[in-house]
């Protein structure tokens, strides 16, 4: 019971209005060392209770009435650093006076420094950020009391090491130091020689004992088949979210982009997405305005969502230890969870490698065929029958209907019905372009890209290891919707990918992928077909909108500028499909 950990009667309420009721493994050890002021290594992953496991003790050895920062927690994202400042305000709920900042980098840095001048007690980041208020001096270090290295092994992972050294190093050295990591490699041994002081060691039981509430599956699939299956997975399952794994940041855009464009409801997050945007991205899970997140591992530490009942590894973990992060995203606190593995027919050896080192084998399942995902579908829609006949209104349908009897007198009304019920979910049948099946997937496979470097073609499928642009907009380069088209002031200088622009266009404008029609991208400006126009105050949004470190400026496209003329190469101005000449940024990359 955590009445028996000897917390203060303050954090002892704060735990009690929390709900929480029996300490988990890592509590139940690292709680009463780290009260009693001993350094503490916890070999502990996520979703094992670490953050109350350090959190607690920290808030008691803070004085509220002194000013100034006396604990620094270090985790290695900004995502991270800002669910733990999150738990540990929680735990202070009964403590007035204490205050706790998230700082990290992406971030404006005069807030942060304000918050630290107010006095606060205890500062969460990342390494980096850290160190620029030590060498600014907006952080003074001199009454640090407690500090906590949270996931240590991934801070080395991610390049940290040097400034994590920094860090301890520039803090008191009779300061209280709680290390937690997932794995103890050499190099955290090495940290904890040199900085803790005799700690004792806490570990708790292997990751894999903690996710036993989720179902783990795997399916075979190749690589070009893939974008395809995944749509289909999502197209069946039964849970509110999910959160798809890529190993690369291109891949992370590609197959967000992708997923859009079939109607899905998803965003992607990678360590290219501007802070304020991932922030955005995670609130909108969480409220349900989102149902289906790709990311790579970086970007989706620390990322606890309690809507997420289903995980896709698109790409199989390199490591056991990154596959038992992942699956760790479900599941939590007891929560029912699905984890499904894609593995190409080359990879089935790693899967072997992971089933080892989690104790745990995996059921093979089969991919939701086309046909299976229109049934499913179906059998959604008819469900509905009943309270669709309820709320009335049925007058123009019913007479349309009769009318079709009454022409068609020879008509079966199963195969009417069936009929109906196929086109409501979207299904055309086999002559027609296919959303979901592989068909799709072979066809994208064949499309061509035009490179504004060249102009020559390049390859349009999914590529696992190093990722590209939308498939799916390379497919459909040479459609033209006759409606409005825009111009925004961020092109291939700037980074631009299509992604990029249609996740601006539906976050922040409240647009579908199926309303944003063709892109074409120059070197300092890129073109989109929005056939449905945008309204003023959606402009005005948008244009304020930032995309690849830059507002998008967007206006409708009026046709090159004066003075551009003469740039364009002999033989006549550029243009687009659409006819209009443009300066020097001549040959566009399209997309659509």
Same mark, same amino acid.
Request: proline share 4%.
């Given at each position: 019971m955590f009445d028996d950990l000897g917390l203060p009667a303050p954090l002892a309420a704060a735990v009690a209005d929390l709900g929480f009721v029996t300490p988990s493994a890592i509590q139940e050890q690292a709680v009463p060392a780290l009260l009693s002021g001993r350094d503490i290594v916890g070999v502990a992953q996520t979703g094992t209770g670490k953050t109350a496991a350090f959190g607690l003790p920290l808030l008691a050895a803070i004085d509220p009435s002194v000013h100034g920062v006396q604990a620094i927690v270090l985790t290695p994202t900004r995502e991270l650093a800002m669910q733990v400042a999150d738990a540990i305000s929680s735990f202070a709920t009964h403590l007035p006076g204490i205050d706790v900042v998230a700082v990290y980098g992406g971030a404006p840095f005069l807030p942060q420094q304000r918050a630290l001048q107010r006095g606060a007690q205890v500062v969460v980041g990342t390494p980096g950020r850290i160190l620029d208020h030590l060498d600014r001096r907006t952080l003074?270090?001199?009454? @640090? /009391?407690?500090?906590?290295?949270? =996931?240590a092994d991934e801070m080395l992972r991610m390049g940290f090491a040097?400034?994590?050294?920094?860090?301890?190093?520039?803090?008191?050295?009779?300061?209280?130091?709680?290390l937690f990591s997932a794995t103890m490699p050499p190099a955290i041994r090495r940290v904890?020689?040199?900085?803790?002081?005799h700690p004792v060691e806490v570990t708790v039981a292997r990751q894999s004992s903690t996710v036993t509430t989720v179902r783990q599956t795997y399916a075979v699939v190749p690589h070009r088949h893939k974008t395809g299956a995944l749509a289909?997975?999502?197209?069946?399952?039964?849970?509110?979210?999910?959160?798809?794994? @890529? /190993?690369?940041?291109?891949?992370? =855009?590609?197959?967000?982009?992708?997923?859009?464009?079939?109607?899905?409801s998803a965003a992607y997050i990678s360590g290219d997405v501007a802070q304020a945007d991932r922030e955005k991205i995670v609130d909108r899970l969480r409220s349900g305005a989102l149902d289906v997140l790709v990311a790579t591992d970086v970007a989706a530490r620390g990322l606890d969502v309690e809507r997420l009942g289903l995980v896709v590894n698109l790409d199989l973990p390199r490591e056991p230890e990154t596959y038992v992060h992942r699956i760790g995203r479900t599941g939590r606190a007891g929560r029912a969870g699905e984890a499904l593995t894609f593995v190409t027919p080359s990879e089935q050896a790693r899967l072997r490698q992971? =089933?080892?080192?989690?104790?745990?084998?995996?059921?093979?399942?089969?991919?939701?065929?086309?046909?299976?995902?229109?049934a499913h579908r179906a059998t959604a829609l008819l469900g509905k029958v009943d309270e669709r006949a309820a709320r009335g209104r049925l007058e123009a349908s019913r007479a349309a209907v009769t009318d079709y009897l009454e022409a068609n007198p020879q008509a079966d009304l199963v195969e009417l019905l069936a009929v109906l019920t196929a086109l409501a979910v979207g299904d055309e049948g086999p002559q027609a372009r296919p959303e979901l099946g592989d068909d799709l997937d072979d066809a994208l496979s064949r499309a061509h890209l035009t490179s504004e470097r060249g102009g020559r073609p390049e390859s349009g499928r999914y590529d696992n290891e190093r990722g590209g642009?939308?498939?799916?907009?390379?497919a459909r380069a040479g459609s033209s919707s006759g409606g409005p088209r825009y111009r925004v002031a961020v092109g291939h200088r700037d980074g631009l990918q299509p992604g990029a622009l249609v996740g601006a266009l539906t976050g922040e404008g409240g647009l579908t992928g199926k309303d944003v029609g063709k892109i074409d991208i120059f070197g300092s400006f890129a073109l989109v077909d929005i056939p449905n126009g945008l309204t003023p105050e959606v402009v005005e949004r948008l244009a304020r909108t930032r995309v690849a470190g830059r507002p998008l400026h967007i206006r409708v496209d009026s046709g090159p500028r004066p003075g551009h003329g003469a740039s364009r190469p002999a033989g006549g101005p550029p243009r687009t499909r659409h006819g209009s000449a443009h300066p020097a940024d001549s040959a566009p990359a399209r997309h659509r």
């Open positions: 003074r270090p001199d009454n @640090v /009391r407690f500090l906590v290295l949270d =996931e040097e400034d994590v050294d920094r860090v301890l190093s520039s803090t008191p050295s009779d300061r209280q130091v709680a904890a020689e040199q900085h803790l002081n289909r997975v999502l197209a069946v399952t039964e849970a509110d979210a999910a959160i798809v794994f @890529v /190993r690369t940041r291109g891949a992370a =855009e590609e197959i967000g982009s992708a997923l859009v464009e079939r109607g899905i992971i =089933e080892r080192t989690t104790r745990h084998q995996l059921t093979e399942v089969t991919i939701p065929s086309p046909a299976q995902v229109s642009r939308d498939v799916r907009d390379r």
